[in-house]
RNA sequence: GGAGAGGUGGCUGAGUGGUCGAAAGCACAUCCUUGCUAAGGAUGCGUAGGUUUAUCCUACCUAGGGUUCGAAUCCCUACCUCUCCGCCA
C-alpha cells in the first residue's frame, strides 16, 4: 500500500509517478473517500466523548444512590448517532482499503520509463558465451536423451507442465539447493524452512492478494493457498511487529528453499516446451528487512548475492534494470539476472532482485522503533531469487552440453555430486 | 475426530459490570548510588487514528456480532492454543 498521506499531499503528482507503468490510476475516488472518513471519524469521536462523559456521570450518581434515569433517557439519541456514524465509517473503510490495496507501488524516479522488455536497461554483461562448434541442444532434449527429464510422466502424474526429474538430474537439482544455500550462509543469511501454505492474510502483506488471486493455487475448503515463492512466508514472519533492533547497516537476512507453485495463468502457450516455465518449481529466495536509509544499497548487494552463485557456477549472465513497465505491482526497482541459454540464443531471466521500498510493509504492518526519536517506522523490503534452481539446471544443461551430448558438471558442484564429473549418456 | 480448559501490553501475569489502556514482576531506556555489588534506588516505557498539535479526544485486552446508560469483565459465532483420548510420519 502507498502512504495515504502522499496522496493527500500530492494526488496529481502520484498519480502521474504511478502512470510511468502504463496507465493512469484514478485517485480521485480515494481521495475523496479519505476526506469524507476523516469527517465521519470527527464527528463520531466527539459524539463518543459526550457518550463517554454521560456514562460516567450516571455511573457516580448511581454509585451514590441517586436517580438517573433522566441522564439514562437522554443518551438514546447520542447512541443512535453514533451507531449510524460507525456503520457508515465501516463501509468507507473497507472501500478506501480496497482500492488503496490495489494500487501498485510508485516506482523509483531514477528507473527507466517504459513500456515491454524491450525498455529495459542492461547494466551490465559478464562471463563468455561458450563458442559451441556444433549446434547447441535444447535443455530438455538433452535430459530425455539422458533419460534424466521426463515431461511425459510429470504430465501422466499431474497435468501439464509438471516434469519429473530422476537419477543424475535430480541429484543436481539438489546439489544446487545445497549449494546455493551455502553460499548465501556465508554471506550471513539465515535459513528458514517455511510452511508451503499460506493464509489470506500473509498473501495480502506482500501483494500477491486481492489482486492476483488467479496466478494462485488454492486449497479447497480452506483459507490456505499453496506459495507462489518464499518471499510470502520469509517477509511475513515479521508482519504486524515493531522490531526493535533495525538500524541502517543492521538489516534482517533470511534465506530459504522451498518449491513454488503457480498456476500460470495468462501464459498459455509460453515456453510450453521444457523445464522453464512450470507449475512447480524448486527456487532458493533471499529477503531482506531493511532500514529505509539502506535498502538501495542492501537491495544492490542482495542482488550482488544472487549473482554470485551464477560467476561461481561459470555461468554468463546480463544484469538488468527493468523499466517501469516491466516492474511487479509491489516493487519500486527490480533487478532482473538473466542467464545465457545457447539453444535460444539469448538471455533468460533466472533472478529477480526487487526493492519494494515501505509498500509491503505497510500491507504487512511491519514497523521498526527509531532509538533515537523512539517513534515506530515502517521499514522497507528486498527480495531476490538466489536463484531459481530449475532455470539454473537448465542453464547448466546448455552451457555444459558437450558435442555428444554429455553434459559436464561444473567444478564447484562436484563435491555435491559425489565427485561425479560429467552426466553421460 | 471425541472430551475439557483457555486466549490480557516485548514476555510472565492480576483483573468477573463503572474512575481500567489496564496492577505487579521481568526486559528495555535515562539518571543516581558504589561497603546489599554478577547488587541497590529514581524516573520513563503499548499501538493506531483524529484534531483546535494539547502532557486534547477516540479506538484497541484474538477477531466479528450482541446485551447494557456503561464491557477486558456477561452472551453468541469464528479462529487459534493447551490437556486427555483416538489416529498417524
Wanted: charged share 25%; net charge negative; hydrophobic share 35%.
Amino acid at each position: 500500500m502507498i502512504d495515504i498521506q502522499l496522496i493527500r499531499d500530492d494526488a496529481q503528482g502520484v498519480a502521474e509517478q504511478i502512470g510511468r507503468r502504463g496507465s493512469l490510476p484514478d485517485l480521485g475516488e480515494v481521495l475523496e473517500l479519505d476526506t469524507r472518513r476523516r469527517q465521519i471519524i470527527a464527528s463520531s469521536e466527539s459524539k463518543r466523548a459526550e457518550m463517554n462523559e454521560a456514562s460516567k456521570a450516571i455511573g457516580m450518581k448511581k454509585k451514590a444512590g441517586e436517580d438517573a434515569s433522566a441522564e439514562m433517557a437522554a443518551t438514546a439519541e447520542i447512541k443512535k448517532a453514533i451507531a449510524a456514524a460507525s456503520e457508515e465509517l465501516s463501509v468507507i473503510e473497507k472501500d478506501l482499503r480496497d482500492r488503496l490495496l490495489v494500487i501498485p507501488n510508485i516506482p523509483s524516479s531514477d528507473i527507466p520509463t517504459g513500456t515491454s522488455e524491450d525498455d529495459n536497461l542492461e547494466l551490465k554483461k559478464w562471463g563468455e558465451i561458450p563458442e559451441l562448434s556444433f549446434e547447441p541442444q535444447a535443455h530438455d532434449d538433452l535430459g530425455k536423451d539422458l533419460g534424466i527429464m521426463c515431461a511425459e510422466t510429470g504430465v501422466k502424474l499431474a497435468k501439464t507442465r509438471f516434469t519429473l526429474l530422476r537419477g543424475a538430474a535430480a541429484r543436481l537439482e539438489r546439489a544446487l539447493i545445497n549449494f546455493m544455500l551455502d553460499m548465501h550462509a556465508k554471506k550471513g543469511y539465515e535459513e528458514i524452512l517455511p510452511p508451503l501454505m499460506a493464509n489470506s492474510n500473509t498473501l495480502t502483506g506482500t501483494g500477491q492478494l486481492p489482486k492476483f488471486a488467479e496466478d494462485l493455487f488454492h486449497i479447497e475448503g480452506e483459507d490456505l493457498y499453496l506459495i507462489p515463492t518464499a518471499e510470502v512466508p520469509l517477509t511475513n514472519m515479521v508482519a504486524s511487529q515493531v522490531l526493535k533492533n533495525l538500524e541502517p547497516g543492521k538489516p534482517m537476512k533470511f534465506m530459504a528453499y522451498t518449491p513454488c507453485f503457480r498456476s500460470e495463468a495468462g501464459s498459455y502457450g509460453k515456453d510450453t516446451k521444457g523445464y522453464l516455465r512450470q507449475h512447480q518449481f524448486n527456487k532458493v529466495e533471499l529477503v531482506k528487512i531493511t532500514h529505509p536509509d539502506d535498502s538501495a544499497a542492501e537491495h544492490l548487494s542482495l542482488t550482488e548475492d544472487a549473482e554470485s552463485i551464477l560467476q561461481a557456477l561459470k555461468l554468463p549472465y546480463r544484469l538488468v534494470d527493468l523499466c517501469t513497465g516491466d516492474i511487479g505491482f509491489s516493487a519500486q526497482r527490480t533487478y532482473d539476472i538473466e542467464v545465457w541459454l545457447p539453444s535460444q540464443n539469448t538471455y533468460r531471466e533466472i533472478s529477480s532482485c526487487s526493492n519494494f521500498g515501505d509498500y509491503q510493509a505497510r500491507r504487512a504492518g511491519i514497523r521498526f522503533k527509531d532509538k533515537a526519536t523512539k517513534k515506530n517506522h515502517i521499514a522497507h523490503t528486498i527480495n531476490g531469487s538466489g536463484l531459481a534452481v530449475g532455470r539454473t539446471l537448465v542453464a547448466i544443461f546448455e552451457n555444459y552440453q558437450q558435442a555428444d551430448g554429455d553434459i559436464i558438471v561444473p567444478e564447484v558442484l562436484r563435491p555435491y555430486m559425489g565427485g561425479q564429473t560429467s552426466l553421460k549418456i
